[in-house]
């Protein structure tokens, strides 16, 4: 879209934002106009005047990124204002046209919609390089420019936003990048929270809004009911794989501030109906079953006689202010009645919405109560389904410790069959275990007082406040079994006799390559156990399975990953088929394309015929989040990207051919998989290559960059498999290798022609033409090899001690990085790298020149850093510098890990 503005669109804000940094810089720091600028690489500064440097150029890359939102949005108006709603490829309005001029009958619209159901999902590992000090200042910026665009203001009136914003950059100047502390999980709680307050609760109304308003558009005879189908969830608080920082009260915690969040909205948001709802007595005649409805909400108020006298003869301002008491009273303990269920206050406002309409005033139901009503649909009382995640090792490890506690002697060992025969006569009979939890070891003292919380919030009055219990490297059944006998254990069954149910939804998470293709059996053998059975029954006979992107990369690589999860999909939702359970996909994605970070409305157009089905829950991780929600405009469009385009797959992907499963395309896929897979692994078990990833990245000095609450490797191990995904991307990233975005595939694509010949190749250009998964793939890897650099790679390959090994290695990756560049411009017809997306090159190309010249002085500062012993206290300078680069880095491709 912005590529169809004149150049003079595109640059005036970033002209005027970059003079306005100019003009900052330059009152403190006179020489960085020349760095800005890129005359002078940051690496030939003297030593003291590289922060300033790194400073500098940081602020002018977020500066862009800020520019570049805004003008996103202004294309967007545009596009809506030339050529209508439809216009805006991805909205509801451009697919429902889309679907209308197909053909598809109301009847189907409306079966998709009752059964819609999207979920974003913040998760609890940010890896958001900015302080959030930092992001309420762009947030400020992007308020600003907005509020500039105006034509209203006078010349003088202008002169003060622009000075305004120039405060604002002279603020980003002095509050400095780098967290001087660690966040907090609390921390993370709150900053999670702040961007519901923020964008996502008004927004959600707004997108319902937007559906109604497309669907009475192109199909004007049929009455359609729009469900609220946004259904969040939050890992923030709850997620303790690996983070000994989570604990059962901080999940407590966690579940509790969520819902204060929510009662909080409510109560302004009740407020200002009492000062808006000045319906008089006097001038209209008030229903008569309204009337009753009253006196009994001013009953629950506690304060009728206050509330009538505040407000005579103005019954609706009087009901709301009954509400808002309630309300309150949720907070404060005061007297009135607290709402039990948000139930209760959803039907307060129907009522509102009921009387409103009886008397005319449809309009003013609409803009001032439905967006409420909505909203407590939405988000109940709990603001966020919390989830709860925990690693298998972990579950096995403590209920091992169960068993050995009960019987000393007989107890069995995991992965066994007695232990496969021990687990399931425990849950087919109801056994409960007597412990005294004192007596355990700290870690099974911590599990059961999670389990214990999950009890008390899902037997509570707060409805799905907890979400599912996420069980990551899910490797059999035996592993999801163990976590119902631990809830069992805990007061989760309804049944003592193992006659009942589970109440609790447990979630398999597969993340390797590996537990990708065991996945189908694994849930099959778990739907043959009966106590499952009926608890999956219970839960609407819904199984939701979730798909690790990232493990599965760093395990073989972005084509073998993306392909495994592709068929695990297919296979799963056979599975489904057969045993008759709806089966819905929660993908694990992160910000970078190597983590599933993709475009979502082309990510999610790609996914396997017959997958979605209209429900789908998708990660929003770190850096994501605030690059989607921290402003109004984009938070809504970014929303509705994500639920058009669930909806879309759900009522099209049957009929669609770009995802039908043709034979001679998946037998090629097959084929290069395995090609790639063992490229890869050539890689990653070349000899020297640990040494080589630790020493021509900063991986390890990302430990003192203050990213998020948990440590980066999951059990403290130093190999490869036991690192986190996000450190893994993250270093690959900084030294602009990018091997996780396309390794591999250059040999694949190579061997597949040469076995094939030119029959291959008119293969793959067939399915770069036909395959919306395979173009994907081809895509994408095309923007990571732009966005490579094997130059610089080799500038990071001098930090390897063993000189050999790194000349070697870094060959290794160049000779593949050349054959993949050239094999992807062999099947998509010829076209240079990254010409099929002209705004991601210009963007890229704007900020090369600073970016090539921070990571050769990143290069300088590591070999400084390094060449202190563990003994000597680091310089501080260059620690400071170096992690100002990393952040650098990271601003300039707009993602961590």
Known sequence: MEESRPLSFREDIRSLLFRLLLAVVSEREPDMREVLTARVSLHALADERRIAALQATGIWFQLVAIANELLAMRSRRELEQMGGADEVIGSFANVIGEIAAGGYPAEHIQATLDDLCVGPTMTAHPTEAKRVTVLEIHRRIYRKLTELEQQRWAPREREQHINDLKSEIELLWMSGELRLERPSVEGEIAWGLHFFREVIFDATSKLYDSVEEALARHYPQYDFKVPSFM???????????GNPNVTAKITACALEECRQAIIGWYVQQVRRLVTVLSVSANVVNIPEPFIKALEHALHGSGKAAEIIARNPDEPLRQFAAAILGRLEAMRDGVSAKPYARSDGFKSDLRELEKVLAELGGDLIAKRFVRPLRQQVETFGFRTVSLDVRQNSTVVNRVLTELFKFADPAGAPAPDTPQWTLRVRAALNSGEQLEVDQLALSEEAQEL?????????????????????????????????????LLAQYSGLATA?????????RVVPLFETIADLRAAPEILDQLFGVSIVRRSVRDFGNSQEVMLGYSDSNKDGGFLASNWELSKAQRRIAALGLKRKVKISFFHGRGGSVSRGGAPTGRAIAAQPA??????????????????????????????????????????????????????????????????????????????????????????????????????????????????????????WSQNRHLVTNWYGIGTALNSFVNVRGDAGLDLLRQMFERSRFFRLIVDEVDKGLYQSDMDIGRLYAGLVQDREAGERIHRKISAEYALTRRMISEVNGGLKLSERFPAFKRHFDRIRPQMDSIHRLQVQLLREVRAQDEATTKPKRAVNALLLSINCISAGLGWTG
């Not at 259904?231 to 794989?241: E, F, V």
Request: proline share 3%; glycine share 10%; aromatic share 8%.
């Open 231 to 241: 259904r969040y969830a939050s890992w923030i608080g709850g997620d303790c794989d």
């Open 496 to 504: 003592m006799d193992g006659s009942g149910t589970i109440a609790l």
């Open 610 to 731: 017959g997958t979605v089905g209209g429900a789908m829950r998708v990660t929003e991780q770190g850096e994501v989040v605030s690059s989607k929600f921290a402003n109004r405009g984009t938070g809504l469009y970014q929303l509705e990207i994500l639920a058009a385009s669930v909806f879309a797959h759900s009522v099209k992907s049957q009929n669609d051919a770009e995802l039908k499963d043709i034979p001679e395309f998946s037998e090629a896929l097959e084929a290069l998989t395995g090609m790639s897979q063992a490229s890869y692994l050539g890689l990653i078990n070349e000899r020297g290559f640990i040494d080589y990833f630790h020493q021509a990245s900063p991986v390890e000095e990302l430990s003192h960059l203050k990213l998020g609450s948990r440590p980066p490797r999951r059990f403290g191990a130093r190999d490869i498999s036991d690192l986190r995904a996000i450190p893994w991307v993250f270093a």
């Open 448 to 484: 059961l007082e999670l389990f214990d919380v999950i009890r008390k919030a899902s037997t509570g009055l707060n409805g799905g406040a907890v979400g599912a219990f996420i069980l990551s490297m899910t490797r059999s059944s035996d592993d999801l079994l163990a976590v119902y």
